[in-house]
């Protein structure tokens, strides 16, 4: 069966400093990987996402994850946060069936 | 740009009511989902809708869960008798034929009493 472990609950760190979101996945198939970034009382929205090809993905908000399938991880980084960064991120993989199968997530708190 | 809408935002009701919550999908998508998260937790697959029928569902949407897709536009989803353990937020999320990414919606909170 696949899963996601997110080891970090919950990650605070300055403004303007580097940020990296752990995840690791288990799956015996091909995968589809995802990250997602929730803010607060609002839904889902998709950062980033590896399909295919190159292991580096780049995604929004200057957000980038490096799939490594030796390590099973697909970690999420940030050369520099900012405070409006401030929210909780999803890791997530997608069954061959097609729905999403979700880490139990990463508050990242950025402060001032 | 096009996105998924759910209503209403925030429903209370009491232990042992029916709910629908309703979500109008992206219009040119076929694949339609719900998630829940329940406060503090993960968000966790409870169905998949296809061609006008269930095409997966997770041990979670049980017989008091049902969807439907009751015309071309809204995608709802049914609680018959709800639960104390049913309050969570309900994510309605839809992705094209095409496309790896699901779209999701900003979510129902519901809140049993």
């Known amino acids: 069966a696949q899963s996601v472990t997110q080891l970090d609950s919950q990650v605070p760190v300055f403004e303007e400093a580097p940020v990296e979101l752990r995840c690791n996945y288990s799956?015996?198939?091909?995968?589809?990987l995802f990250w997602y970034v929730q803010y607060p009382n609002q839904g889902l929205q998709l950062l980033l996402k590896y399909l295919s090809g190159s292991t580096l993905v780049k995604g929004i908000n200057g957000f980038e994850a490096e799939f490594n399938k030796s390590q099973t991880s697909f970690h999420l980084r940030k050369p520099s946060v900012h405070i409006s960064d401030t929210a909780e991120y999803f890791c997530a993989v997608r069954r061959s069936q097609g729905n999403l199968i979700f880490g139990k997530g990463t508050k990242l708190s950025v402060k001032p | 740009e096009p996105e998924v809408t759910q209503t209403p935002s925030h429903q209370v009701t009491q232990m042992g009511q029916e709910v629908i919550l309703r979500c109008v999908p992206i219009s040119n998508h076929l694949y339609f989902y719900w998630y829940r998260q329940i406060l503090g937790q993960k968000v966790e697959f409870l169905v998949s809708f296809y061609n006008n029928e269930i095409s997966e569902k997770s041990e979670i949407f049980d017989d008091q869960f049902s969807v439907e897709r009751p015309d071309g536009s809204n995608f709802t989803l049914k609680i018959r008798s709800t639960k104390l353990e049913d309050s969570a937020m309900y994510f309605c999320a839809s992705r094209d034929s095409q496309g790896s990414e699901q779209f999701f919606g900003p979510g129902t909170r519901l809140t049993v009493l």
């Open positions: 799956s015996s198939v091909s995968v589809y």
